[in-house]
């Protein structure tokens, strides 16, 4: 055989040696035996978690609200009695429909105060005055505070006989007393609490936002104000939306508050204050709490679908 007939047939058997030596594509690697048991812990733990803290509770008192029970004794003396505890809950259950409107009134309240002063004040401290970051650790100070310990620290501006409003004007309301303006007095602690929370959050976001969009606004001749409103605004839209979505679950899980100052009474109702009320209070009746419990779930679901809904179509057109 001559050499050019031995260099060809090396050539041609080249190409198959080095298939058979180069690794095989498409097959994963194989995890060590004791990284496989730290990535089944780490999943299996909070699917568990989740699963017994969160799903067996929400099932438990989806089943619970077409029941009557009083808590007391075993389970056979839970009696079924299909929707009834629903049309209770909006026929003859006198405090329902306050508490909707009280629970709407601190969500619309919510979204409008706190929420543009918490904007307005992270487009202040934006622009990197002097002093700024004790500014915001002072307004984001009430966030680290729960809302329980709120209300003990507001009780020293509203206490009727001994509260800073009342000694300053020389008056005596009793502003967590009266049903007429108990729920606004509430609504001004929150705020204090919610608008250091929402100033951060803004704050975040305008950090981000490129700043040669602010630079071809200045070109253009925008002015700050308009810069902000049809540049920088439309530019946190992910952040509006967090924003969205924060100032719904605050208005629907507002309980620790008005528990405190009165159980959820005399013109504080609101659906966490009534479905605690019926299942450890004195009524002890768990059916009934239940199905106050799913309402507030289903109404909670409606937002947390319409937000979902949004991320996912946004992440679609990506």
């Known amino acids: 055989m001559s050499t050019t007939d031995t260099r060809s047939t090396d050539d041609?058997?080249?190409?198959?040696?080095?298939?058979?030596?180069?690794?095989?594509q498409g097959r994963a690697k194989k995890l060590p035996t004791r990284d496989r048991l730290v990535v089944i812990a780490m999943v299996a733990i909070p699917t568990f978690l989740v699963v017994a803290l969160?799903?067996?509770?929400?099932?438990?008192?989806?089943?619970?609200?077409?029941?009557?029970?009083?808590?007391?004794?075993?389970?056979?003396?839970?009696?079924?009695?299909?929707?009834?505890n629903y049309q209770d809950v909006v026929t003859i259950y006198p405090p329902f429909w306050?508490?909707?409107?009280?629970n709407l009134i601190w969500l619309l309240f919510l979204f409008i105060f706190p929420t543009l002063l918490g904007m307005l004040l992270a487009v202040i401290l934006d622009r990197d005055m002097k002093g700024g970051r004790l500014y915001q650790t002072a307004f984001y100070m009430p966030v680290v505070l729960s809302l329980a310990l709120i209300g003990f620290i507001w009780q020293l501006f509203y206490s009727r006989d001994q509260g800073l409003i009342n000694q300053v004007f020389h008056s005596?309301?009793?502003?967590?007393?009266?049903?007429?303006?108990?729920?606004?007095?509430?609504?001004?602690?929150?705020?204090?609490?919610?608008?250091?929370?929402?100033?951060?959050?803004?704050?975040?976001?305008?950090?981000?936002?490129?700043?040669t969009l602010r630079e071809a606004a200045a070109v253009d001749g925008a002015s700050e104000v308009r810069t902000f409103f049809h540049v920088i605004?439309?530019?946190m839209r992910p952040i509006n939306l967090i924003v969205l979505v924060i100032v719904v679950i605050e208005s629907l899980r507002a309980f620790d508050l008005v528990w405190v100052i009165n159980k959820?009474?005399?013109?504080?109702?609101?659906?966490?204050?009534?479905?605690?009320?019926?299942v450890i209070?004195?009524?002890?009746?768990?059916?009934?709490g239940s199905a106050l419990a799913v309402i507030m779930m289903l109404i909670s679901s409606v937002f947390i679908t319409i937000y979902l809904r949004i991320v996912f179509r946004e992440e679609r057109q990506r």
């Open 264 to 278: 959820g009474r005399n013109g504080l109702e609101i659906i966490a204050a009534l479905v605690s009320q019926n």
């Open 233 to 235: 605004f439309p530019v």
């Open 172 to 211: 005596e309301v009793d502003w967590y007393g009266d049903p007429n303006i108990n729920l606004w007095a509430v609504l001004i602690a929150t705020s204090w609490r919610h608008t250091g929370y929402i100033m951060l959050l803004y704050l975040a976001g305008l950090k981000g936002v490129d700043g």
């Open 281 to 288: 209070g004195e009524a002890t009746r768990y059916g009934f």
């Open 54 to 84: 969160v799903w067996l509770p929400a099932v438990g008192s989806v089943l619970l609200s077409f029941t009557k029970w009083n808590g007391f004794g075993g389970l056979d003396t839970i009696e079924w009695v299909g929707f009834q």
């Open 12 to 24: 041609a058997t080249r190409p198959a040696k080095a298939a058979s030596q180069a690794p095989r």
């Open 98 to 102: 306050p508490a909707i409107r009280h």
